[in-house]
């Protein structure tokens, strides 16, 4: 049986689309016969990386019996027992949410979670699947690549340095219910695209 580890980082609970695309990636998992691990960083939020040590695999400086080796182990045995990820990564002021952040600064150590090549490293062909929901529009190329700094993250950390296949599936306009000129029939519409495609992945990526 395949293994999934959810993460969601969103802080409006059931009103989120990032949720609700997670929502949709794991459910057709776990329909597919797959095994589904949660992790929600909003309401059991990791602590700031405390020791500069921490992000290097020999973890110098740091004592044997310290809390934070023991959660940094946690966290990374997670994600190594996983199959594959699906990531909720709403966008909040161009970037992830700090919540994310410090759990992606527990995991990216390199020489132990990123090899060199990256190709190397334990977790290296593995697929992660990164939801994202955005207020706004970012249609144009251009929009994208100068505001959206949350899915470049994932794509620089969990696939260059640590081998993993990295695909996003977005959604954009959810605030269209307060900015009218966004278009509320298109952000509908963009949506249950976007919830399709999580369905599709999930059951694909479940039978691999
Ligand atoms: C703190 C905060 C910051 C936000 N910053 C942005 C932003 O920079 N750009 C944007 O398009 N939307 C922004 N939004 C709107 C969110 O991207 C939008 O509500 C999205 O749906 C969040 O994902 P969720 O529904 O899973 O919570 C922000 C929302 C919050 C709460």
Do not use: C
């Amino acid at each position: 049986m395949r293994t999934l580890l959810r993460i969601d980082s969103s802080l409006s609970g059931d009103a989120s689309y990032s949720r609700r695309l997670t929502a949709a990636f794991s459910g057709a998992w776990a329909e597919a016969g797959g095994e589904v691990v949660t992790r929600d960083l909003h309401a059991e939020q990791v602590p700031h990386l405390p020791h500069f040590g921490l992000h290097f695999a020999s973890r110098e400086g740091v004592p044997a019996d310290s809390p934070a080796r023991a959660l940094q182990d946690e966290l990374i045995g997670e994600v190594l027992a996983a199959d594959a990820l699906v990531i909720g990564a709403p966008l909040y002021n161009y970037s992830v949410p700090s919540t994310l952040k410090a759990w992606l600064d527990h995991l990216h150590v390199p020489g132990r979670t990123a090899g060199k090549p990256a190709e190397s490293g334990p977790l290296a062909g593995r697929p992660a699947v990164i939801m994202s929901s955005r207020g706004a529009a970012y249609d144009t190329a251009e929009a994208e690549a100068h505001f959206d700094h949350a899915v470049p993250v994932f794509r620089a950390l969990l696939g260059t340095a640590m081998g993993m296949e990295v695909e996003a599936i977005t959604v954009d306009r959810t605030l269209a219910g307060l900015l009218p000129e966004l278009g509320a029939d298109r952000a509908a519409g963009e949506l249950e695209e976007a919830l399709t495609a999580a369905r599709r992945r999930g059951r694909e990526l479940a039978s691999v």
